[in-house]
């Protein structure tokens, strides 16, 4: 049988995860896929296990962060599909069964999400497909909510790359990657370009991974993080809103903004935060923008109703989890 999928894991100094995540994938209900590691310059001995265990890799001779890895084994890939794996991951017997059949059932269908399940906390969600909100804030969908639920399928706004399957032959048409973000929000980018082209990104229940989070950075707020997410987002609304768009959401998108760098001031990220925005917009004109499309107006007024459900959407859930903490 024809393999139609290679699982691509980046990894970055990563070596205690690599067990698990490997020993999950030879669980799988199906054996033809193709597994690629590409190591971005790690020195903690990931370099040594991989060759020791003879997994087909690329050696990266420096750290070109999640864009760099992903671009170099999306290059080298010859099959239909690729999945793109956090190494601090264990996915399910089905995993990859089922994001093959849900990218199959369309060719309109650019990305699959899967069901990320908190690996230290299994009863609760750590991610249903990303979405992203009119104040400018990319979340993710279902996280810190009860697994069971988001056991239906449906679009969301972009997958999340931590786990996700997506159609190998929309990358030559929309492009790859932005290596300009490094990490954080180029899953968003992509997924946002990828709608503007006329793709749909949908999120898979079926498929279920547990994800440990925040494996490669270490902490859900760190200087980098913070840093590098606030220029990102300047680069990802520069290169797929157009300009009426921009005036249109601008309001929001600076309340986001000073709602952010206040809750970020109180958490002692404050200057970082304004760094990475203030990066931005002196960078922004080095990114390259979604070109005009035909029929991309109607994209983008189907996208500007979303950002208003989305943040809707996240206004629900972080309520819920609020009620939750206090119930507690």
């Keep these: 049988m024809e393999m139609r999928t290679t699982i691509i894991i980046p990894n970055y100094n990563g070596l205690h995860f690599m067990e698990q995540c490997f020993e999950s994938l030879k669980k799988q209900t199906i054996k033809d896929f193709k597994v690629l590691v590409v190591d971005n310059g790690s020195s903690d001995g990931s370099v040594e296990w991989l060759r020791e265990h003879e997994i087909p890799s ?28 956090n190494n601090d991951t264990a996915v399910a017997p089905g995993y990859v069964e089922a994001l093959e059949e849900a990218i199959g059932r369309s060719k309109k269908i650019f990305s699959v999400s899967s069901r990320q399940i908190q690996m230290h906390e299994p009863s ?65 980018d992509i997924g946002y370009r990828a709608r503007l082209y006329g793709y749909e990104n949908i999120y898979c229940p079926e498929a279920v991974v547990y994800h440990v989070g925040s494996g490669t950075s270490g902490s859900k707020y760190n200087s980098f993080k913070v840093r590098l997410a606030a220029r990102n987002n300047i680069y990802l609304n520069y290169k797929n809103m157009p300009g009426w768009q921009i005036a249109l959401n601008s309001p929001f998108l600076l309340a986001g903004i000073l709602v952010k760098y206040a809750f970020f001031v109180k958490i002692g990220f404050g200057k970082d935060y304004l760094s990475g925005l203030l990066e931005g917009i002196r960078t922004r004109k080095k990114c390259m923008r979604v070109p ?27 309520s819920r989890r609020q009620m939750a903490k206090v119930r507690k």
Excluded at 151 to 164: L, M, Q
Aim: charged share 25%; hydrophobic share 45%; net charge negative.
């Design 292 to 318: 005009d499309l035909q029929g991309r107006l109607k994209e983008e007024l189907i996208i500007q109703a979303e950002l208003f459900f989305g943040t809707c959407l996240y206004v629900y859930e972080f």
């Design 58 to 85: 690329i050696f990266l001779s420096e750290n070109t962060g999640f864009p760099g890895a992903v671009n170099a084994g999306i290059r080298a890939a010859d099959t239909p599909y690729v999945i793109l794996l």
């Design 124 to 188: 609760l969600m750590d991610d249903a497909g990303d979405m992203y909100s009119v104040l400018g804030w990319a979340y993710q969908r279902g996280v810190g909510q009860p697994v069971k639920r988001y056991e239906k399928a449906r679009r969301v706004f972009a997958a999340c790359a931590a786990a996700g399957i997506y159609r190998r032959e929309v990358f030559d048409r929309i492009g790859l990657f932005d290596e300009m973000h490094f990490a954080y929000l180029e899953d968003i």
